[in-house]
């Protein structure tokens, strides 16, 4: 599953976490957590990674970005960047070490 996200900026704004989510199929329901679970994908990258890879790619901080990326892969200029995990794996693990930076 790849996904496009459009129109990123970084000027004007003052944002440190994007989150990025993804949806690879139509869940069966949208009443619980349970039932988009398995689709739902949930990317994060910190501002100073986000604008190393605008750098590396030779891309401008000062005009809105749009991305493809696919959960695993570094082929696109924000993929390698991108932390993934499926929303039926978030844990509170995950999240304070790839969000908050802390040691396991």
């Known amino acids: 599953c790849t996904f496009a996200f459009k129109g990123i900026r970084v000027k004007g704004t003052s944002w440190k976490h994007l989150f990025l989510l993804g949806r690879e199929r139509e869940p069966g329901g949208w009443t619980s957590a349970r039932d988009v679970d398995g ?20 891309k401008s901080v000062r005009k809105p970005q749009d991305a493809t990326v696919t959960p695993g892969s570094s ?5 390698s960047a991108v932390e993934w995990v499926r929303l039926r ?16």
């Open 39 to 58: 689709c739902i994908w949930l990317g994060y990258v910190g501002r100073d990674r986000y604008k190393q890879a605008l750098k590396a790619a030779g």
């Open 89 to 104: 794996d978030l844990t509170r693990a995950w999240w304070d070490t790839k969000v908050l930076g802390l040691s396991p």
């Open 75 to 79: 082929r696109s200029w924000l993929g």
